[in-house]
């Protein structure tokens, strides 16, 4: 792997030491909840478990440390559109920090903010920098009507990028998109899910009760994520007005809560907020089947929870969900586009035991193929190519 150097040597470097020193830059962490913030959860604690280092730069308001790792938090704004979300710029603060640190790789999750610092002060310090892509920013703005940011976003997306040693995403299309933007140095950062949380052996009477408003009896069908536009929930009414015996439970919160709620009112659907830990693996052991109306993903975590919880997924064609779903094995794939065709694969489903039986079987297989063990395994690989290319 060829590595750039960006600034002067640093000294001080002990090429026979097994474990690493990592740094991390992320526009979000706890206490927020997202896939960027589960992915990095899992990744702390399995390079905690190798005895690896690690400081992390995030938003401040969150924990002072998680699995051994040091979190400096930096001061933000909120956002407007999402007040969850906050705006840290970089201050000098952080380059002397990350100097002290004395850090082998840089890696900056989703830089937008925060994330340039981490590019700058990498460069400087002559450290090898990972990048990674997480969220479909431009497609993003257009959705949210802000189109002359599109092209910003993506001439900012290509430049950050590019001063990375190696780039990062989830999906192979993912990969694809970016390679087409311009974006040089792309590897896949591998799918992970915590098969032992998310179980079968967590479905609960009392939780289906909960879920479905008091009627257990009924299909219980389930969205898990962020309330957003971007997350196309409102296609999910025709479903429910036009299959009879069926419910929804929505859970997560976000900036479209409200106008969901009314959205919904009258229709057979229970809003519950986060849920987190072993009261969200309940929640999708206790349903029947998930539903995946978004096409902007460059992943979609939540398809992985529920097939681990034996969930079969349906799911809106895109190529995050291709690569997540096997028609026919662990879901059915729909075209956004046709309302009528995630009625059809939710009736096909639920209509026919025996093939929701081995959906779900199919389901559970594939997601105990893949875990955070081998996904930071393979992360602290790339890490530990770009040590060995600058100690030589």
């Known amino acids: 792997m060829r590595v750039e150097n960006h600034g002067p040597a640093r000294t001080g470097l002990r090429p026979s030491r097994r474990a690493l020193r990592i740094a991390y830059f992320t526009e979000t962490f706890l206490p927020a909840t997202d896939g960027v913030v589960t992915r990095l959860r899992h990744t702390l ?9 690690v400081i992390v730069f995030a938003p401040s308001g969150g924990p002072e440390r998680y699995a051994g790792a040091r979190i400096l938090g930096v001061r933000g704004i909120p956002f407007p559109m999402y007040p969850q979300v906050k705006l840290c710029p ?10 002290e640190f004395e850090p082998d790789v840089v890696h900056v999750v989703n830089p937008v903010i925060l994330g340039p610092g981490g590019v700058y002060y990498a460069r400087r310090m002559g450290v090898p920098l990972v990048a990674s892509y997480h969220t479909n920013i431009a497609t993003y703005a257009s959705l949210y009507r802000l189109g002359f940011l599109t092209n910003f976003a993506r001439r900012a997306i290509r430049g950050l990028h590019n001063q990375a040693n190696l780039n990062l995403c989830t999906s192979e299309a993912t990969a694809h998109y970016l390679r087409n933007e311009g974006v040089r140095h792309v590897r896949l950062w591998p799918q992970g ?28 069908l389930l969205f898990v994520g962020r309330l957003a536009r971007e997350k196309g929930i409102s296609s999910l009414k025709h479903v429910l007005r036009e299959l009879p015996g069926v419910r929804l439970a929505v859970v997560g919160d976000g900036p479209d809560r409200g106008r969901l709620e009314q959205e919904f009112s009258g229709l057979p659907a229970t809003f519950t907020g986060f849920l987190h830990g072993e009261d969200l693996a309940r929640a ?5 089947l998930f539903l995946f109306p978004s096409t902007t993903e460059t992943l979609g975590m939540a398809m992985l929870e529920a097939m681990a919880s034996g969930l079969p997924v349906v799911a809106a064609r895109s190529g995050a969900s291709e690569e997540v779903v096997e028609e026919g094995k662990s879901g059915r ?7 009528s065709g995630l009625v059809d694969a939710v009736s096909g ?3 026919d035991e025996e093939r929701m039986r081995r959906l779900r079987t199919g389901a559970r297989g594939a997601a105990l193929g893949r875990n955070w063990q081998k996904a930071t395994l393979t992360l602290r690989g790339y890490y530990e190519q770009l040590r060995r290319a600058v100690v030589r």
């Open 193 to 220: 899910v915590d098969s032992r949380l998310f179980s079968p052996e967590k479905r609960s009477v009392s939780w289906r009760k909960r879920l479905s408003g008091g009627h257990p009896e009924d299909r219980l």
């Open 349 to 351: 489903i639920l209509g």
């Open 45 to 53: 604690d399995e390079l905690s478990r190798l005895g690896d280092e």
């Open 90 to 99: 970089p201050h000098p603060g952080l380059g002397r920090a990350l100097s």
């Open 284 to 288: 999708y052991a206790s349903a029947d």
């Open 333 to 339: 794939l729909y075209s956004p586009k046709d309302p």
